[in-house]
């Protein structure tokens, strides 16, 4: 594996900040938002000077029960050759349900969600993997990721899940630090354990970032800064491997470059700490854990097993996203708890694809678009829903007449024709006489 060093995660808030720091190494920048023939002049730069970028997937779903989509892999290959990486990741993790294989509506979830570790969603699982590494021209790396709950009926830990899956794909693991500090306060899970029983060879790099604890649970924001468990996390997986790259993610709330500079020492000196330890010990450069093991022979999909995995996903995520009943043995409680980060996440990336809509609405966006996501669903990606949204609100009747004519101007820029029910002399006056939740 090729050594990456230090890194940070590439945002265009930070462009600037990013370029002039000192000891950057690499750079990891989210696959989705590049844009292949306009690539930011930041990004350019630094490619120029040497610095190694990796595109990060979020939207493939390869723990979804469906094969991975060939436009969403091939997407991936096309940002990997194109920025000459070494290597491109994705998640462990669902991000859609429903469709023709459960004859159910698709329905998107906006954000990671975690699979149930059972031998039937491993099965899925390491079938995709397989899928993905063939359309991809470079090794593929997969992360764990944090979660606010836990499946019912689970038959392995986290280690021995991502073992399993090292063992029978030969796929590289990208190990968040940070997420395994989640799932030790969300679901009472040994961080140490987990490590202890990774194939820790097989780890392509590392991810640090910060969040935040609220009612005993811990939120994965990657808006807050890296706290002290997390950096012990990475001492403790530092004394047993020698990680080829470290990246530190913040993705809102972006503090003084100072602050970002400080954090990445921070991290440095946590590794130089884990080494300290592994020499003290006198560990190998694996230490005690599992050596990587090597991919073994492929083997089918058992039938049925993708259906019935379909069937699961989507009622979770109908209960999540719909208002549905949420399935038996499930804590409620905790699905609360997700669903309102999911419709939270929502409206802040809607409020970011576009900008027009909060600055129309100004203090109600939030509160309407809240509204909005509890009744509808998002089946579409995040431009779809603000378009559905901005239809959504141009239906109600609910808008000051200014706001309701730029707002339907926006729409139909966008969308083509304006919606029937923005036609009618009636609804425009009925429009310029209210004012948005009653102002």
């Known amino acids: 594996m090729q050594r990456l060093g230090t890194g940070i995660g590439w945002r265009p808030e930070i462009a600037d900040a990013v370029e002039a720091m000192p000891g950057i190494d690499w750079v990891e920048v989210v696959a989705e938002n590049v844009c292949l023939g306009h690539l930011p002049d930041s990004l350019r730069r630094l490619r120029e000077r040497g610095v190694t970028v990796v595109p990060h997937g979020v939207a493939l779903g390869l723990g979804g029960a469906d094969r991975p989509d060939p436009g969403r892999l091939s997407a991936l290959a096309e940002r990997a050759e194109a920025l000459g990486s070494p290597l491109v990741t994705e998640h462990i993790a669902f991000v859609r349900a429903g469709g023709p294989l459960t004859a159910s509506p698709r329905l998107e979830a906006g954000h990671l969600l975690p699979v149930p570790r059972t031998r039937d969603a491993l099965d899925v699982l390491c079938e995709n993997v397989r899928i993905a590494q063939d359309a991809l021209p470079v090794p593929l790396a997969v992360e764990n990721i944090a979660a606010l709950f836990s499946w019912p009926g689970e038959e392995m830990t986290e280690g021995q899940f991502l073992y399993e ?141 993708r259906e019935r995995l379909g069937l699961a996903q989507a009622a979770l995520l109908s209960a999540l996203v719909a208002g549905t009943p949420a399935p038996e043995g499930f804590d409620r409680a905790r699905l609360r708890v997700q669903t309102r980060a999911l419709a939270g996440k929502r409206a802040g990336v ?74 009618p002399a009636a609804r425009l006056a009925r429009g310029a006489r209210r004012v948005l939740l009653g102002r």
């Open 165 to 305: 899956l090292a063992d029978r794909t030969g796929v590289r693991l990208l190990i968040d630090v940070a997420n395994l500090h989640t799932n030790h306060v969300n679901r009472g899970e040994d961080p140490a354990k987990a490590l202890a029983e990774l194939p820790v060879e097989a780890i392509a790099y590392v991810h640090v970032a910060g969040g935040f604890e609220r009612d005993g649970v811990w939120h994965d924001s990657h808006a807050h800064p890296v706290p002290r468990p997390v950096l012990d996390i990475l001492t403790d997986l530092a004394s047993r491997v020698a990680p080829a790259g470290v990246l530190l993610e913040r993705d809102e709330n972006f503090p003084e470059p100072a602050e970002l500079e400080g954090e990445l020492a921070a991290i440095r000196e946590a590794l130089r700490k884990g080494r300290g330890q592994s020499r003290a010990a006198g560990a190998e450069t694996a230490g005690t854990s599992a050596p990587r093991p090597a991919a073994t022979a492929a083997t089918a999909v058992p039938d049925g097993v």
């Open 350 to 423: 809607v409020a970011k694809v576009a900008p027009e809509l909060p600055e129309l609405l100004g203090d109600a966006y939030r509160t309407e678009f809240l509204a909005y996501a509890h009744r509808r669903p998002m089946t579409g990606g995040y431009r779809r829903d603000a378009l559905d949204f901005a239809e959504h609100l141009l239906d109600s009747g609910r808008l000051q007449a200014r706001v309701r004519r730029e707002m339907r101007a926006w729409w139909r820029e966008r969308s083509g024709p304006a919606p029937r029910s923005a036609r």
